[in-house]
């Protein structure tokens, strides 16, 4: 359903909750708007004036007439990744004139029925990134957003407005992984216009493992032609296409990494379909101190073995730190560098086997087939080696890091095949001491990498974009918004480190700086930015600087003192790990000493209740008096309810109290407030 939200405070009678919220602020001199980031203590939330966060992530930024509209997949309503039985949030719009000051728009179409519930929850791979452009020849507003519930990998609507609502099209056809069963097969994905009219769609093509296409699109927007082009590229995402000065930009996520800080790179071209040009790429594979130093690259074999059935996989391997998590692969009964079993030994933070874990893949042709993460007893440190041995006999399949046996493993797909190791662009490992043993104790290969690498099969060097960030200012980019004026917005999601709950992922938002070459200058990642809108307003400062925090549970409760005669206040919370028992919200009288005291209004909020977003939940009080508390608990013995809060003080006639015994006794935090209406 599309909604429009009017805003307007929580009805407060006197003083608003803790104190005035700070006064509007104009906007600054010369018709600019400064975008905040965040500040000293880390990246804060972007709220809708007196409302709740801006749930929209993995999006673009686009400007229609005279609005900015910001897109996005919503997770609120507690969608997770992979967890099956977590709902399909849909797709939100935001709308803005200063690009500081959010409305929320609603939702683009109903995905709460029963058929986008089928192709997009927790049980599926999942439906992201909407991308909108407005065809001037139809007067429609197109939008794609990416499933994987079609082998094509998308599906097509439009709309007479921006905002929708959007009925769905037919299912386009593409140059690329057309008419074939659904699985993971293209991925991200980015609309373009140029300034001819003619729409190109940029696209990941996961079964070449992560290569980019560049097609264009017919004349409606709403499917390709079939002319294509290919970066030739490996292990990237989320392409961001944009013209500037006669140049033609392609961004990339590099390298692809599903809710991770990742790298930031880019192409240039002449032409919409290419060809496009990086930077010169190092060879993957090299030998390092007589060992096997693996940089991206994906997977190398070796040359002998498509026939080997039973054997012992013996090798030591070292993952490398890259970015947030480090991990070594290896494959084993492959039949080609795409269809076989891969197993991946590290510490990425999956939930509930964050420290060390045996990631489990099973792959054809490219797309995943089985996926299975088992915790390892032991924690798996970067720059740690570790003696990993692995045997497969029939069916079964075992597993041991230093003698200890981590997995044991039941699979019919694959009889017989090649071994080989596996990283993907931005990971990095070193291996050593390789063997393969068979059943009788033949040796059918040994390589301690003392000499060279003729044994193997080793990845083709690949081109490489021009790096702009090794770690995209903390998260993974997601757009390019060619704004006017010559302002070019980067955009990152900032996701919560692979976390369930990745509604509480921040944005990331910085103006490109070019050279006189029109090469791209690294980003800065700086906490806020003053940029050029063409309509001067106001703007509040009074949802600004807040960060989210979730320890709400148990014992822990929280408050906040207020100011005021009260008709009702709301709260800003949000949920994360499924709490098993209701919030209770409280409004109560302050005593002397300035504690929680009488309870003059409260509400039990069951969980289902409770978005995974910041959002507010209200409480009616019509309270006289001059001095209260908003409280806030629960007695959840898992999850928690989280708080929005800012050290800054914002409310100056107010302040934030902490009791780790259930409000039996509290503690002032000095400066520190919750985010109350």
Same mark, same amino acid.
């Given at each position: 359903?599309?909604?429009?939200?009017?805003?307007?405070?929580?009805?407060?009678?006197?003083?608003?909750?803790? *104190?005035?919220?700070?006064?509007?602020?104009?906007?600054?001199?010369?018709?600019?708007?400064?975008?905040?980031?965040?500040?000293?203590?880390?990246?804060?939330?972007?709220?809708?004036?007196?409302?709740?966060?801006?749930?929209?992530?993995?999006?673009?930024?686009?400007?229609?007439?005279?609005?900015?509209?910001? #897109?996005?997949?919503?997770?609120?309503?507690?969608?997770?990744?992979?967890?099956?039985?977590?709902?399909?949030?849909?797709?939100?719009?935001?709308?803005?004139?200063?690009?500081?000051?959010?409305t929320d728009d609603g939702f683009l179409f109903d995905g709460t029925t029963a058929a986008w519930q089928q192709r997009c929850n927790g049980s599926t791979y999942g439906c992201y990134r909407p991308h909108v452009l407005h065809n001037a020849a139809t007067g429609k507003y197109v939008l794609w957003i990416n499933s994987y519930d079609v082998g094509v990998g998308y599906h097509v609507f439009t709309a007479s407005s921006p905002t929708?609502?959007?009925?769905?099209?037919?299912?386009?056809?593409?140059?690329?992984?057309?008419?074939?069963?659904?699985?993971?097969?293209?991925?991200?994905?980015?609309?373009?216009?140029?300034?001819?009219?003619?729409?190109?769609?940029?696209?990941?093509?996961?079964?070449?493992?992560?290569?980019?296409?560049?097609?264009?699109?017919?004349?409606?927007?709403?499917?390709?032609?079939?002319?294509?082009?290919?970066?030739?590229?490996?292990?990237?995402?989320?392409?961001?296409?944009?013209?500037?000065?006669?140049?033609?930009?392609?961004?990339?996520?590099?390298?692809?990494?599903?809710?991770?800080?990742?790298?930031?790179?880019?192409?240039?071209?002449?032409?919409?379909?290419?060809?496009?040009?990086?930077?010169?790429?190092?060879?993957?594979?090299?030998?390092?101190?007589?060992?096997?130093?693996?940089?991206?690259?994906?997977?190398?074999?070796?040359?002998?073995?498509?026939?080997?059935?039973?054997?012992?996989?013996?090798?030591?391997?070292?993952?490398?730190?890259? *970015?947030?998590?480090?991990q070594a692969g290896w494959t084993f009964r492959a039949t080609s560098t795409t269809t076989g079993y891969v197993w991946l030994l590290g510490n990425y933070p999956h939930p509930g086997a964050e420290g060390g874990n045996l990631t489990k893949v099973v792959y054809r042709d490219g797309s995943i087939q089985r996926l299975e993460t088992v915790k390892t007893p032991m924690p798996i440190v970067s720059g740690q080696s570790y003696q990993?041995?692995?045997?497969?006999?029939?069916?079964?399949?075992?597993?041991?890091?230093?003698?200890?046996?981590?997995?044991?493993?039941?699979?019919?797909? #694959?009889?017989?095949?090649?071994?080989?190791?596996?990283?993907?662009?931005?990971?990095?490992?070193?291996?050593?001491?390789?063997?393969?043993?068979?059943?009788?104790?033949?040796?059918?290969?040994?390589?301690?990498?003392?000499?060279?690498?003729?044994?193997?099969?080793?990845?083709?060097?690949?081109?490489?974009?021009?790096?702009?960030?090794?770690?995209?200012?903390?998260?993974?980019?997601?757009?390019?918004?060619?704004?006017?004026?010559?302002?070019?917005?980067?955009?990152?999601?900032?996701?919560?480190?692979?976390?369930?709950?990745?509604?509480?992922?921040?944005?990331?938002?910085?103006?490109?700086?070019?050279?006189?070459?029109?090469?791209?200058?690294?980003?800065?990642?700086?906490?806020?930015?003053?940029?050029?809108?063409?309509?001067?307003?106001?703007?509040?400062?009074?949802?600004?600087?807040?960060?989210?925090?979730?320890?709400?549970?148990?014992?822990?409760?929280?408050?906040?003192?207020?100011?005021?005669?009260?008709?009702?206040?709301? #709260?800003?919370?949000?949920?994360?790990?499924?709490?098993?028992?209701?919030?209770?919200?409280?409004?109560?009288?302050?005593?002397?000493?300035?504690?929680?005291?009488?309870?003059?209004?409260?509400?039990?909020?069951?969980?289902?209740?409770?978005?995974?977003?910041?959002?507010?939940?209200?409480?009616?009080?019509?309270?006289?008096?001059?001095?209260?508390?908003?409280?806030?608990?629960?007695?959840?013995?898992?999850?928690?309810?989280?708080?929005?809060?800012?050290?800054?003080?914002?409310?100056?006639?107010?302040?934030?109290?902490?009791?780790?015994?259930?409000?039996?006794?509290?503690?002032?935090?000095?400066?520190?407030?919750?985010?109350?209406?």
């Amino acid at each position: 359903m599309n909604r429009r939200r009017i805003f307007a405070l929580v009805a407060v009678i006197g003083v608003l909750a803790a *104190g005035a919220l700070p006064s509007a602020a104009s906007a600054r001199p010369g018709g600019t708007t400064t975008i905040i980031n965040g500040d000293a203590s880390g990246p804060t939330v972007r709220f809708v004036p007196g409302g709740d966060a801006v749930d929209a992530h993995d999006g673009e930024i686009q400007k229609f007439g005279s609005r900015y509209y910001l #897109y996005g997949t919503s997770y609120g309503c507690g969608y997770e990744w992979n967890r099956p039985g977590t709902p399909f949030c849909g797709f939100k719009s935001y709308s803005s004139t200063d690009l500081r000051n959010w409305t929320d728009d609603g939702f683009l179409f109903d995905g709460t029925t029963a058929a986008w519930q089928q192709r997009c929850n927790g049980s599926t791979y999942g439906c992201y990134r909407p991308h909108v452009l407005h065809n001037a020849a139809t007067g429609k507003y197109v939008l794609w957003i990416n499933s994987y519930d079609v082998g094509v990998g998308y599906h097509v609507f439009t709309a007479s407005s921006p905002t929708g609502p959007f009925t769905e099209q037919a299912v386009p056809k593409l140059a690329v992984n057309n008419d074939i069963p659904p699985g993971v097969n293209n991925g991200d994905h980015d609309l373009f216009r140029d300034d001819d009219g003619t729409a190109y769609l940029a696209y990941t093509d996961w079964r070449a493992g992560g290569d980019i296409i560049v097609e264009k699109l017919d004349a409606s927007y709403r499917t390709g032609t079939g002319q294509h082009v290919r970066l030739g590229v490996r292990s990237t995402e989320a392409p961001s296409m944009f013209k500037r000065d006669g140049s033609y930009y392609l961004t990339l996520s590099d390298p692809n990494c599903g809710y991770c800080t990742t790298g930031t790179s880019y192409f240039r071209a002449t032409s919409p379909l290419g060809p496009w040009q990086g930077s010169t790429a190092d060879a993957p594979w090299r030998l390092q101190n007589q060992a096997l130093a693996v940089n991206g690259g994906g997977v190398g074999l070796s040359k002998t073995g498509a026939g080997w059935q039973d054997y012992d996989l013996s090798f030591r391997a070292t993952p490398v730190q890259t *970015g947030s998590y480090g991990q070594a692969g290896w494959t084993f009964r492959a039949t080609s560098t795409t269809t076989g079993y891969v197993w991946l030994l590290g510490n990425y933070p999956h939930p509930g086997a964050e420290g060390g874990n045996l990631t489990k893949v099973v792959y054809r042709d490219g797309s995943i087939q089985r996926l299975e993460t088992v915790k390892t007893p032991m924690p798996i440190v970067s720059g740690q080696s570790y003696q990993v041995r692995t045997q497969v006999s029939g069916s079964t399949i075992r597993t041991w890091v230093d003698g200890v046996l981590v997995d044991t493993t039941t699979d019919t797909t #694959y009889p017989t095949g090649r071994i080989g190791f596996r990283e993907n662009d931005g990971e990095g490992a070193l291996f050593d001491d390789v063997r393969v043993t068979a059943p009788d104790g033949a040796v059918l290969l040994a390589d301690d990498f003392s000499g060279d690498l003729s044994a193997w099969a080793t990845p083709p060097t690949t081109p490489r974009g021009e790096k702009i960030s090794t770690n995209s200012c903390g998260g993974q980019p997601a757009d390019v918004a060619a704004l006017p004026g010559g302002t070019y917005l980067y955009q990152s999601d900032l996701w919560n480190s692979g976390a369930a709950n990745e509604a509480l992922a921040k944005h990331h938002w910085e103006p490109l700086r070019f050279r006189a070459d029109g090469s791209i200058e690294p980003l800065e990642c700086g906490k806020r930015y003053d940029l050029t809108v063409p309509k001067r307003r106001a703007v509040s400062t009074g949802d600004e600087g807040f960060h989210t925090y979730c320890d709400i549970a148990g014992s822990i409760a929280r408050a906040q003192t207020l100011t005021g005669a009260l008709k009702s206040v709301s #709260y800003t919370t949000f949920q994360s790990g499924h709490p098993n028992a209701p919030l209770t919200l409280e409004v109560t009288r302050l005593t002397s000493a300035g504690l929680p005291g009488e309870v003059v209004a409260s509400r039990v909020v069951q969980p289902s209740e409770v978005s995974w977003s910041p959002s507010r939940i209200t409480l009616p009080v019509n309270a006289q008096g001059e001095r209260f508390a908003v409280v806030v608990k629960s007695t959840a013995t898992s999850g928690c309810y989280g708080l929005a809060y800012n050290d800054a003080n914002p409310y100056a006639a107010g302040t934030a109290l902490y009791s780790d015994n259930s409000g039996a006794t509290w503690r002032a935090e000095s400066s520190r407030d919750l985010r109350v209406n």
